[in-house]
């Protein structure tokens, strides 16, 4: 199969790599001094608890960084751009720089805190963060079994009738309904009415 020949003219050879880029094209500047340095933290450095300055993908363009405490490292090993992290906030960024404590946040640097301004603003909370969380150390009260078991009726109580005179008879009584002369609980009625009618 013959196909015609590119005619698009090429460019100089000085200016171009190899497959035709432009030299300048793979490199850009680095987003952070930390990055222009190499100096972004290591993966030593950068674990779960750890305070930390991080920039948000959105804050790359203008480098705002955001100070948090580290809840999950999601990169496995050390990155030269900062190691992407999710921030107990919820926020996920890659780490700049490590908060010593005595750094200042950076011109426009937001702070994060751990504790949310609202319950469910993110997909997991810790209970330690919890105001209540003290009372979970403690423990749940001592209990037996009988915490457990329903409450028991209180006793057949004796009731006096005045039609009856001073006779006594108990609440749960049920009286055999062919013979009427038998008299008991439900389950003795039950073996009567077995036994001496219906057998």
Do not use: W
Not at 19 to 34: D, E, F, I, M, W
Not at 113 to 134: I, K, L, M, P
């Amino acid at each position: 199969m013959n196909r015609p020949r590119n005619r698009q003219p090429r460019g100089s050879r000085q200016n171009q790599s190899q497959g035709g880029r432009s030299s300048n094209l793979g490199r850009r500047a680095p987003g952070t001094p930390q990055q222009a340095a190499g100096t972004v933290p290591t993966s030593r450095q950068v674990v779960s608890g750890a305070a930390v300055f991080i920039i948000l993908k959105e804050d790359q363009p203008t480098g705002r960084e955001t100070q948090g405490i580290v809840q999950d490292v999601l990169t496995s090993g050390d990155h030269p751009r900062g190691i992407k992290v999710r921030l107990r906030g919820g926020q996920i960024g890659r780490v700049q720089r490590v908060d010593d404590g005595s750094s200042e946040p950076s011109s426009g640097a937001i702070l994060v805190s751990t504790a949310s301004s609202s319950r469910f603003s993110s997909r997991y909370t810790d209970v330690r963060n919890d105001e209540e969380y003290e009372n979970y150390t403690q423990g749940p009260p001592p209990r037996s079994l009988a915490d457990f078991m329903p409450a028991l009726d209180p006793p057949a109580t004796k009731t006096t009738s005045g039609d009856a005179g001073d006779a006594l008879l108990l609440e749960d009584i049920i009286i055999c309904p062919i013979c009427e002369a038998f008299e008991g609980d439900e389950a003795a009625v039950t073996h009567h009415l077995d036994r001496e009618h219906l057998s």
